[in-house]
């Protein structure tokens, strides 16, 4: 069993700043990427930002400049820095990894998607 555990939300004012940290526990033998995604209410779940084992990125053009995604690999740990934060930020943040469970997947080349339970930031005045 695999976990993704997500920390860091919260209620802040506009143009404030949070950082959201997710770690993953359980059987893991790698983990390839790992990202951030968002669901406002009334919305579909969106993508923010995504990060590979070596380091590329990718964001969201919503929050381009205001927001940075980094990860820990030895630690399994992924964060998303949030700054300059508007209303329209306001959602359920959600931790998301794509791993190999054990040796075997990795020789199968079996990948596994994993979703955190989900972190809610609020933004308002």
């Known amino acids: 069993q695999v976990q993704l555990v997500e920390s860091g939300g919260g209620w802040v004012q506009p143009g404030g700043s949070l950082r959201l940290s997710c770690a993953a526990s359980?059987?893991?033998?790698?983990?390839?990427?790992m990202g951030w995604y968002r669901q406002a209410p009334g919305k579909e779940r969106e993508l923010v930002a995504t990060?590979?084992?070596?380091?590329?990125?990718n964001y969201a053009d919503s929050v381009k400049g205001r927001f940075t995604i980094s990860r820990d690999i030895a630690k399994n740990m992924v964060y998303l820095r949030m700054n300059s934060l508007k209303p329209e930020d306001t959602a359920v943040y959600y931790c998301?990894?794509?791993?190999?469970?054990?040796?075997?997947?990795?020789?199968?080349?079996?990948?596994?998607?994993?979703w955190g339970q989900g972190t809610l930031v609020t933004v308002s005045s």
């Open positions: 998301n990894a794509d791993l190999l469970a054990t040796y075997r997947d990795y020789v199968r080349d079996r990948y596994l998607e994993v």
């Open positions: 359980g059987s893991i033998f790698s983990i390839n990427a």
């Open positions: 990060i590979t084992s070596g380091g590329i990125t």
